[in-house]
T-cell receptor, first 109, second 115 residues
Framework: DAKTTQPTSMDCAEGRAANLPCNHS???????VYWYRQIHSQGPQYIIH???NNETNEMASLIITEDRKSSTLILPHATLRDTAVYYC??????????FGAGTTVTVRA | NAGVTQTPKFRILKIGQSMTLQCTQD?????MYWYRQDPGMGLKLIYY???????DKGEVPNGYNVSRSTTEDFPLRLELAAPSQTSVYFC??????????????FGEGSRLTVL
């Protein structure tokens, strides 16, 4: 199964775009990339997923490189409520989703 | 829909005691999962189920047992509680169709302390 690598932490100014990188260099052709976030001690919340094409929903945009070895989650206008741990995940064929340590994003006023 | 409901939300156990964490979902999801999260760490998969009557081990199954007799319920059993099982436990579910298989819905968590 593919593994992901994310920076441990990053800061972002309120109102600016937050770009969260993720490396998944061993991803297979049919594996999707999923992003979740966990605010404080709540259960993780699904944000978005993609396979090849860029995706956008009401929460965020997902940019996947052409070789699919990395992706970037974009929060277009970060707010203080976006402060959270963000997880980038690749699902394996056994339907097990493994969550690593994620990126701790702090949005500052 | 209530989504994924976990009970209890908080519990303190003594070493050697047993208990069951309850998880139920009302979304008719096929797949259900149990994770644990230690302070400052990511989530680790304990057990998962792809349907009623089918369960399988995750990364850290030792000290736990599960059953899946119905689509809705996926209880997690701790037989002999140990301090190492102090953690926050999350239950999650997903429909399990195509790309949506990775779209998990999580409960609010059950915070367990073993003293």
């Amino acid at each position: 199964d593919a593994k992901t690598t994310q920076p441990t932490s990053m800061d972002c100014a309120e109102g600016r775009a937050a770009n969260l990188p993720c490396n998944h260099s061993t991803i297979s052709g049919n594996e999707y990339v999923y992003w979740y976030r966990q605010i404080h001690s709540q259960g993780p919340q699904y944000i978005i997923h993609g396979l090849k094409n860029n995706e956008t929903n009401e929460m965020a945009s997902l940019i996947i490189t052409e070789d699919r070895k990395s992706s970037t989650l974009i929060l277009p206008h970060a707010t203080l409520r976006d402060t959270a741990v963000y997880y980038c995940i690749v699902r394996d064929n056994d339907y097990k989703l493994s969550f690593g340590a994620g990126t701790t994003v702090t949005v500052r006023a | 829909n209530a989504g994924v409901t976990q009970t209890p939300k908080f519990r303190i156990l003594k070493i050697g005691q047993s208990m069951t964490l309850q998880c139920t979902q009302d979304m008719n999801h096929n797949y259900m999962y149990w994770y644990r999260q230690d302070p400052g760490m990511g989530l680790k998969l304990i057990y998962y189920s792809v349907g009623a009557g089918i369960t399988d081990k995750g990364e850290v199954p030792n000290g736990y047992n599960v059953s899946r007799s119905t689509t809705e319920d996926f209880p997690l059993r701790l037989e002999l509680a140990a301090p190492s099982q102090t953690s926050v436990y999350f239950c999650a579910s997903t429909l399990g169709q195509g790309a949506r298989t990775g779209e998990l819905f999580f409960g609010e968590g059950s915070r367990l302390t073993v003293l």
